[in-house]
Every structure is written in C-alpha cells, then in structure tokens.
C-alpha cells in the first residue's frame, strides 16, 4: 500500500490521542472482540507478549486485565512512552514503525488493533509475526475489509485500499493455522457530513492525505456526502474484521 506518509499519520494519531476514545466507538468495539475471540480459545497465560501500535491502550488494558502475562513488549509510531496505566508485569516500550523495527523472537502472542490497515507490506508482516513466535504462538489481529469508510472515499475524500479476506487467508496459510475469523457491519449516523470529518479527526484517521483542505474542496466534499443522507443524517460505515492464528510448529523463523 503506498503513498502513507507515516510520520503524518503518527502526528495525527498523537494529536488525537487525548479524546481518542470519545470519537473511536468502533476501535473499542474491535479491541472488546478481540478479547471475546481470545477468550474463546482458552488461552489465559502467556510469556511475552508483544503488541504492535498500543496508542492510548484500550487493547492493552483489556488484555492486561484478563491474561496472566510474563512479560509485555509495546510498541508505537508515537515515539512518546505510553500514557495510560501500564501493565503490572515487566514491560518495555520500543517506538517506531512497526514495518521497520525488530519484533525479536520468543513471543507467545502478537496482537495488534485497528493498526495493520496502515501498513505498506501487510503480508511482510504476517511473516514478520511468525517469526517472531515461538511454535503454538497466536497472532490476534483487528482490521478492517474494503469498504471501510467506503462513504467518505466515494464523496471525494480519499482513502486506505484494505486487503480483502481472501488475501488475508492466503498470507496466513503458509505458516499458521487459522483458528477464528469474525467480520461485521457497523453503521455510525451524523448529523451532517461536516461532523463526520469532526469524527475522523479525533480520532486520528484523517491521516492520509496532507495539507489543509480549503473552503472549496470541503464544500464539494459535503455536497458530495449529502447524497448518502436520509434527511435526518449521514452515515459513515466501518467494516471491522478480526482473526486469530496459531503459529505451525514448521513454520520457519526468519525474519
């Protein structure tokens, strides 16, 4: 996926992280399944668990409050050491791109949450994470499918372009066994497109395209959206979809 300039989308994100949960009821929803599908496997106690692009820590905290952990490996674009409640097992912060950093090895779980669908290389980092775990290690990923933000996209907007679930499945089964797949339709309702971008800003997914829009390109924009309103609102629809592998005790480490 090309053309994300990824220092701006870390400065957006930061920008928004102090109301970040006010204006992302879909990321809390993905990060709550995330826990539900986890949950269902059975699986409570881990060693080292990384995760990848912790932001304000809403997965985080979930996953602290219900997994017995060893030890937590957080990582963030915000180069800014976490400001949340962090876990009471040992834990250390390693910031920068996730493309780009070391995910070392010995993990037992790699989790990420409404973060991948920024990623240049999504299928690099399936590799990535197999390596990075040991045999039996589980990867638990929120993402969202095409048609994210599909409103916002055809009113002129831009957008990200999501790997569909059959990529997804195919650079998953080289070296893990898929245990759980979970895909949904949310439909969020705005009073009017201009509360929409209001919406996207605090939470930071304004971050793919540069500049200030002028008066001129946000008129065409509303005018656009307003072709999606029913009179009373606009919607904006989300397309969460979440997966948990196991590693294959064949698959090869390399980094």
């Not at 409570?44 to 820590?57: P, S, Y």
């Not at 048609?147 to 997804?168: F, M, T």
């Not at 509360?195 to 390109?217: D, M, T």
Request: aromatic letters at 10%; glycine letters at 12%; one cysteine or more.
């Amino acid at each position: 996926m090309a053309g994300i300039d990824k220092q701006m989308v870390g400065r957006r994100f930061a920008a928004a992280a102090a109301g970040y949960a006010q204006h992302t009821p879909v990321q809390r929803l993905v990060c709550r399944r995330l826990l539900h599908m986890l949950a269902a496997h059975g699986r409570r106690r881990f060693g080292r668990v990384l995760e990848i692009g912790c932001g304000t820590g809403g997965l985080t905290r979930l996953l602290d409050t219900h997994l017995h952990v060893r030890e937590w490996v957080l990582n963030d674009l915000n180069p800014l050491l976490p400001d949340f409640p962090l876990p009471a097992a040992p834990w250390r912060f390693v910031p920068g791109d996730a493309e780009q950093i070391s995910f070392g090895t010995g993990c037992d779980l790699v989790a990420a949450a409404s973060v991948v669908q920024w990623f240049v290389q999504p299928q690099a980092f399936v590799r990535r994470a197999a390596a990075a775990l040991d045999a039996d290690g589980l990867l638990l990923v929120g993402t969202f499918a095409p048609g994210n933000l599909g409103e916002v996209r055809a009113a002129g907007g831009g957008g990200l372009d999501y790997p569909s679930a059959g990529q997804w499945r195919g650079w998953l089964a080289a070296d893990f066994e898929l245990l759980a797949w979970h895909e949904e339709t949310v439909c969020l309702r705005f009073d009017s497109p201009s509360a929409v971008l209001r919406h996207l800003k605090g939470g930071g997914v304004n971050g793919i395209r540069s500049g200030v829009w002028s008066r001129g390109r946000l008129n065409a924009f509303c005018e656009a959206y307003g072709r999606f309103s029913d009179g009373r609102s606009v919607p904006l629809t989300y397309r969460p979809m979440l997966f948990l592998a196991r590693r294959k005790r064949h698959a090869v480490q390399t980094a």
